[in-house]
């Protein structure tokens, strides 16, 4: 059972149920690419419903168990590029973008993931150390961003509107290690227990996607931190959607060819 994974699958399911959120395990999904179903490990969501519309955030969660530890190549993060990006990072349906829009021009996309404004650097590739071969990041990478925009495109057809973000998390229970060069060019490495991923050109249509990567011990933080920023959006939405929204709809209007 160990070797297979299933402890660190039901430890995470675990620290998410205890910050209240819903969780569900060994859920499948459609990969649109192979034609066939497919199964991500844990999906940790939470909703509320404000102004005719369900606010969604999920976190999606696949776990891998080895031995074997993983290394983080990085790059020191762009300030200027965060500014300009800002959206780019986030997986969402189509309903929550005004929601989002709004979120990055009031500057308060950092309430929705707080962890990750304290990074320094940017992941740009993962691996996993002393492998034969079978690339478990790959694969983990994968599953997670074609599990996020299945639950995107399921998102977009529901009769209500679904304002959805969705939050892809590698968990690994094996030592995680950053990779970089230092500015007078000597290889750097140093342990982390939470760090970011940004992977280019690996799905059609979605420049870049943006992964978390977890170790084990920083589980019960994360999910913490989690659930203070969901809760903290729900309030949002609450005090301010219904102003969001008629702001949106007068933006539509000045850029409509009819105007």
Same mark, same amino acid.
């Given at each position: 059972?160990? /070797?297979?994974?299933?402890?660190? @699958? &039901? $430890?995470?399911?675990?620290?998410?149920?205890?910050?209240?959120?819903?969780?569900?395990?060994?859920? !499948?999904?459609?990969?649109?690419? =192979? @034609?066939?179903?497919?199964?991500?490990?844990?999906?940790?969501?939470?909703?509320?419903?404000?102004?005719?519309?369900?606010?969604?955030?999920? !976190?999606?969660?696949?776990?891998?168990?080895?031995?074997?530890?993983?290394?983080?190549? *990085?790059?020191?993060?762009?300030? /200027?590029?965060?500014?300009?990006?800002?959206?780019?990072?986030?997986?969402?349906?189509?309903?929550?973008?005004?929601?989002?829009?709004?979120?990055?021009?009031?500057?308060? =996309?950092?309430?929705?993931?707080?962890?990750?404004?304290? $990074?320094?650097?940017?992941?740009?590739?993962?691996?996993? #150390?002393?492998?034969?071969?079978?690339?478990?990041?790959?694969?983990?990478? *994968?599953?997670?961003?074609?599990?996020?925009?299945?639950?995107?495109?399921?998102? @977009? *057809?529901?009769?209500?509107?679904?304002?959805? =973000?969705?939050?892809?998390?590698?968990?690994?229970?094996?030592?995680? $290690?950053?990779?970089?060069?230092?500015?007078?060019?000597? &290889?750097?490495?140093?342990?982390?227990?939470?760090? !970011?991923?940004?992977?280019?050109?690996?799905?059609?249509?979605? %420049? %870049?996607?943006?992964? &978390?990567?977890?170790? /084990?011990?920083?589980? @019960?933080?994360?999910?913490?931190? #989690?659930?203070?920023?969901?809760?903290?959006?729900?309030?949002?939405?609450?005090?301010?959607?219904?102003?969001? =929204?008629?702001?949106?709809?007068?933006?539509?209007?000045?850029?409509?060819?009819?105007?």
């Amino acid at each position: 059972l160990e /070797k297979q994974g299933y402890p660190l @699958e &039901m $430890f995470a399911t675990q620290k998410f149920k205890q910050q209240g959120f819903f969780v569900s395990q060994s859920l !499948y999904y459609h990969d649109d690419e =192979l @034609e066939k179903n497919r199964e991500i490990d844990v999906i940790a969501h939470k909703v509320k419903f404000v102004e005719d519309s369900f606010i969604t955030i999920d !976190y999606i969660i696949e776990c891998k168990s080895s031995h074997k530890p993983w290394l983080l190549f *990085t790059n020191k993060r762009n300030q /200027k590029d965060d500014s300009v990006n800002e959206l780019e990072r986030y997986l969402y349906s189509k309903d929550a973008f005004p929601l989002l829009l709004n979120l990055s021009t009031e500057n308060k =996309l950092k309430h929705l993931t707080p962890y990750y404004f304290g $990074f320094e650097n940017i992941g740009y590739g993962l691996t996993q #150390a002393f492998s034969n071969g079978n690339d478990m990041a790959y694969k983990a990478i *994968t599953a997670l961003t074609k599990c996020s925009l299945s639950l995107i495109k399921e998102s @977009e *057809t529901k009769v209500y509107q679904d304002r959805k =973000l969705i939050i892809p998390i590698l968990v690994v229970d094996s030592p995680l $290690f950053e990779v970089y060069l230092s500015t007078n060019y000597e &290889m750097k490495i140093v342990k982390k227990e939470i760090a !970011y991923l940004f992977i280019k050109n690996l799905i059609p249509d979605y %420049q %870049q996607i943006s992964i &978390m990567i977890l170790t /084990k011990d920083y589980l @019960e933080q994360f999910a913490i931190s #989690a659930n203070k920023s969901v809760d903290w959006l729900f309030n949002y939405c609450v005090n301010n959607l219904t102003t969001i =929204l008629a702001e949106y709809q007068d933006i539509i209007k000045d850029i409509s060819p009819d105007n």
